[in-house]
């Protein structure tokens, strides 16, 4: 039997986060401004830790609320539909991916100075690995440390290190072992900022244009040379060589946090459509009630669900400590077409509206064009998954096991 009920203490958490998100961040993004963003956020922030709001995966005994995979995704799903949601509960990307890097990898002396401040939400943290030269591919990463005396002296560039501008710590990786095998060449290294070895270069403009907000808010992606940065040894981070491995099992959570805000916006902008289309008339007659209006919604609804199902599941495997690198790569492919799917199709609803900032739907829609890159491009996990099928059926005859046939 699979059992789909979800803990009564779990659905409580989930409903006080949502409630504080519709009651609190949802209004609050309607004032928020570049001026009074600090201040905004502090109110935010202060009210949901008075509420046990707070690093929603991080262990009790650091300052968190212990969550498992399951709540957390629940939790998450919530969060995304505002942008000053995780934000709110100081579980905001890139940084909450790499403090569960400092808390799982991190020495007890780089935990008490790196990490508590910020899980306090005192600092933030960048996650420096992207190069021009590597792109999809870290193990091609050009960046160099060389052990000099008592410190590691860094040179390249980095590319695309997302908040780095609002950034107070920087993780950095480079090639510290050109002749080891392939995946244990890298290391990472804790930078505190700033720090004239780690230049920023430049904001780079993207798709999304950057607002004043914007930048306050982290969503910046910078360029930055890596000049003679010096660092301690000792702020070398999970063991030499280990670089590479820690990585990757932090995009992993990274690719669930997007899928999980994915969700969230999807299910906003779906919400706004049957608002809008409950409300609109034309011709005589409620969108709501055009057939061809119902199945637009329809396609959306069932995307929402297997989106969910999708989660669920993974959620389930990691709480039980299964193997879920197959299913992550499916997901965060399918997810992010899933959110665009569903806010293109509610900009559509919209109409000229949808098309106008008088809604959110034009932001979401440029913004989510990026899930398709950010974490790996779907090219790159359809690679691996495609392996996969093929690699199933020549160990068991069939291709099942590596499309969900063996859900267990």
Known sequence: MIDFEIPEETKAIRAKVRQ????????????????NFDTTLAQLREKARSQGLWCPFVPTEHGGMGLKPLANALVQMELGESFLGALALNTQGPDDATMLTLLEHGTEEQRERY???????????????TEKAAGADATGMQTTAVLDGDNWVLN??????????????????????PDAPRHEQY????????????????????????????????????????????VPRENILGGRGKGFAMGQHRLAYGR???????????QRALDLAAE???????????????????????????ELYKARLMLLHIAYKAEKGM????????????????????????????GALGYSHDT?????????????LVDGPDEVHRWRTGANVIKAFEEHGTTAPACGGDLL
Request: proline share 3%; with cysteine; charged share 20%.
């Open 20 to 35: 504080f998100v519709q009651d609190e961040c949802i209004p609050a993004e309607e004032q928020c401004t570049a001026e």
């Open 187 to 230: 290391s990472t290294f804790i930078v505190e900022l700033p720090n004239p070895g780690y230049q920023i270069v430049r904001n780079i403009e993207t798709m999304q244009p950057h607002t004043e907000l914007g930048l306050k808010l982290g969503a910046s992606h910078s360029e930055v040379k890596i000049d003679n940065l010096v």
């Open 323 to 350: 193997d879920l690198r197959q299913e992550n790569g499916i997901a965060k492919v399918f997810l992010a077409h899933m959110v665009h799917q569903v806010v293109d199709t509610a900009l559509q609803l919209h």
């Open 115 to 129: 990490l508590k401040p910020l899980l306090d939400g005192q600092k933030r943290i960048c996650y420096s690995m």
């Open 360 to 372: 959110p739907l034009a932001r979401w829609y440029i913004a989510v064009r990026s899930q398709r």
């Open 256 to 266: 669930l946090r997007h899928g999980m805000h994915n969700v969230a916006i999807a």
């Open 276 to 302: 809008h289309a409950v409300n609109r008339v034309t011709f005589g007659k409620r969108l709501a009630d055009r057939q061809g209006v119902r199945w637009m919604l329809a396609d959306c609804a069932a």
């Open 156 to 177: 390249g560039e980095k590319w695309y290190s997302s908040s780095a501008d609002v950034a107070d710590i920087a993780v950095v990786m480079a090639k510290t072992d």
